[in-house]
């Protein structure tokens, strides 16, 4: 794969970079969802720093007439309004595509740049001091003229004034914050967006606030007069609108937290800490909601600790309200002592686990699925968990209802796995189904039930789950302990009763193995009888996989994708059928050891030879997966283990 198609109409690859806090989110926010009006698809990634303001971020946004599932490399249309953006990103720019920038950076040097990396500052400098260029925004621009690249200087701050002047405001440091609108206006102007798209995209992002409404319509109209009275030349590619059926447009954190509603969650916790937390934040705007039948409404508590935030919806989930938690990595390591409480106690509680780049602290806002064995097997001891992972933005949605269906029939912790590449992916999808997941509540007892005197919480049953009652139940006594007890809950260290509780307490993962449809736990993709390739995975590499399975299959390429959407309990015998009669199989996963081809090889005995890695912290990219699944075809035992590295 070159570079992109520049004569394409639709086909485009927009990219938008500045200071961590300066406006870039909802400067891609508001474009995405303009060119989403206007019909097209959209996937867009979020990349930043770990700080609150100040160093670089960016956001990419690929705009298609039909779906698209992932990131490609490649840059057809750069939007800057300062000069980091340049530095970094400019050479990623295409062939004949085009820069936007403020003119006032022109004469910036590249090494005063102090929020770059020195590293890549003398990387840049060298680059053009090679080619002859001045080691300065000037000379970056100079590349890229080189290059073919339609260059368009724009005066910020004279945009600023104007809409200030419109709209009698005095001063301007008021409005400074419109630039990330003017960015996208620009861009919109110059890629042939009629502005109504713009100015809707703006009504939706700022809601009721009007005054801020009125402010950035003023300012995106004033950037399209500008455009269209300066700029006369037409760039080889633009935005023409297309019928489209209803979609929406949403992030993987908004449809984790749109899941958790729709399921019944009634009471969330959560440590800040990223990126759990847009979930929680987006849950905390939305405490109060319509569901059929009336009004609902949810609890969202922020707690001192992770440990807290655990064991109060450890809590919630006694009284018999449906109760979760979400964290990432860090979190999830002081979780794990009230994860096994709620273990050992049989208690229906669900943690979304946002895998980021690990050990310690890490890469708290870059991309991995480096906690799977880890979700797998944290405890001292040993008890029952299901784990699921999400492959895609929709799967997040339906997922969080099933945890929470699955935490409740089984009476134990659903861990929920999303990596930050999926939840700070924005998308637009087709509508999402609120009733195609009933929701199952188990061996709940409902207040005017009848039982058998005395109530033992944890009775010894085939399938291991006894009914459960709820704190406070009049008629339904029962003990609750961190120690092994019997069947009432009492402490007993007795060896008999050891052996019985720890078989019934295991036996959900038996019986939830044959309860939860095939279709819950993997997904295989194929429509070739005669298949060259197998591609294993789980999580965010799923959009990747699907559109390189296109390429190939134009190819000639025969290629299946199996896709392990349920860790635990492991489906064993399904993932035996399709690996045993595969020719070549190729396991692609975004952490360093390939985690997943080893929990296959534990759970089947099959060893997966070829794998292909990334660890640098950024999603893998349809060019990179492309050509790496190419190099294993060509020489599968040269290229045992192929290491992705592709992502500014």
């Known amino acids: 794969m070159g570079d992109c198609d520049l004569s394409d109409t639709n086909r485009i690859n927009w990219k938008i970079g500045g200071a961590q806090g300066s406006g870039v989110d909802s400067s891609a926010r508001i474009f995405s969802r303009a060119c989403a009006l206007a ?30 599932n992932c990131k490609v490399d490649g840059v057809t249309f750069l939007a800057s309004f300062d000069a980091e953006t340049l530095i970094r990103h400019a050479e990623t720019v295409e062939n004949s595509g085009a820069i936007i920038y403020n003119n006032t950076v022109l004469q910036t040097p590249i090494e005063k740049v102090d929020t770059i990396n020195m590293e890549v500052r003398q990387r840049v400098i060298r680059r053009l001091e090679s080619g002859g260029f001045t080691p300065d925004v000037a000379g970056i621009i100079k590349e890229a003229e080189g290059r073919g690249i339609h260059i368009y200087p724009v005066q910020y701050d004279d945009i600023i004034g104007q809409t200030a002047k419109k709209l009698g405001e005095t001063q301007l440091s008021r409005l400074n914050k419109i630039i990330n609108v003017l960015a996208a206006s620009f861009s919109g102007a110059l890629l042939g967006l009629d502005r109504s798209y713009m100015f809707k995209a703006i009504e939706q992002t700022f809601a009721s606030k009007q005054k801020i409404i009125q402010m950035n ?29 209803e979609r929406i447009y949403i992030s993987g954190n908004e449809a984790v937290a749109l899941g958790k509603l729709v399921g019944g969650c009634r009471v969330q916790t959560y440590y800040p800490i990223t990126p759990a937390s847009d979930e929680s934040e987006f849950l905390e705007a939305h405490e109060y909601f319509n569901v059929s039948g009336g009004k609902g409404s949810i609890l969202v508590v922020q707690t001192e600790d992770e440990i807290a935030a655990i064991t109060m919806a450890t809590g919630a989930a006694l009284t018999g309200a449906r109760a979760g938690t979400s964290t990432s990595g860090p979190g999830f390591s002081l979780m794990v002592e009230g994860m096994g409480w709620a273990g050992i106690n049989e208690v229906p509680v669900v943690i979304t686990l946002y895998s980021r780049g690990g050990p310690s602290t890490g890469m708290p806002t870059r991309t991995e699925q480096g906690d799977l064995k880890f979700a797998l097997n944290a405890s001292h001891g040993e008890f029952p968990r299901i784990v699921i992972c999400s492959g895609d933005v929709k799967e997040c949605f339906y997922d969080a209802i099933r945890a929470f269906n699955y935490a409740e029939r089984y009476q134990l912790p659903v861990i929920h796995i999303v990596d930050k590449g999926l939840a700070n992916c924005n998308v637009t999808i087709t509508p999402l189904d609120a009733s195609a997941i009933p929701i199952e509540r188990g061996k709940l007892i409902t207040p005017d039930g009848q039982h058998q005197q005395p109530y033992k919480r944890f009775l010894f049953t085939e399938d291991g789950v006894s009914e459960r009652a709820v704190l406070g139940m009049p008629g339904y006594r029962f003990w609750n302990t961190g120690d092994e007890h019997d069947e009432m809950g009492h402490i007993n260290e007795e060896p008999d009763n050891r052996v019985r509780m720890m078989d019934k307490r295991m036996r959900k993962l038996e019986t939830a193995d044959k309860e939860i449809p095939v279709e819950e736990k993997i997904a295989i993709f194929s429509d070739q009888k005669s298949v060259d390739l197998t591609i294993v995975s789980w999580g965010s590499s799923k959009g990747a996989i699907l559109e390189v399975m296109e390429l190939l299959k134009k190819e000639g390429v025969a290629a299946e994708f199996l896709q392990i959407r349920t860790a635990s309990p492991f489906p064993v015998e399904q993932v035996k059928k399709y690996l045993s009669r595969a020719k070549l199989i190729v396991d692609v996963e975004q952490n360093y050891s390939a985690q997943m081809a080893k929990v296959i090889a534990e759970k089947t005995g099959i060893m997966i030879e070829n794998v292909i890695v990334k660890y640098n912290g950024r999603p893998i990219s349809l060019n990179e997966l492309y050509q790496a699944i190419k190099l294993v075809i060509s020489a599968p035992r040269k290229n045992r283990r192929v290491v992705l590295t592709h992502g500014a």
């Open 39 to 68: 019909g097209l698809w959209v996937y867009g990634t979020r990349e930043y720093y770990s700080n609150i303001k100040g160093l670089h971020s960016y956001f990419e946004v690929r705009l298609s007439p039909t779906p698209v």
């Open 217 to 245: 319509v003023e300012g995106a109209a004033i950037a399209y007069d500008f455009t269209e009275n300066n700029f006369k030349e037409k760039l080889p590619y633009s935005i023409v609108p297309i019928k489209n059926s």
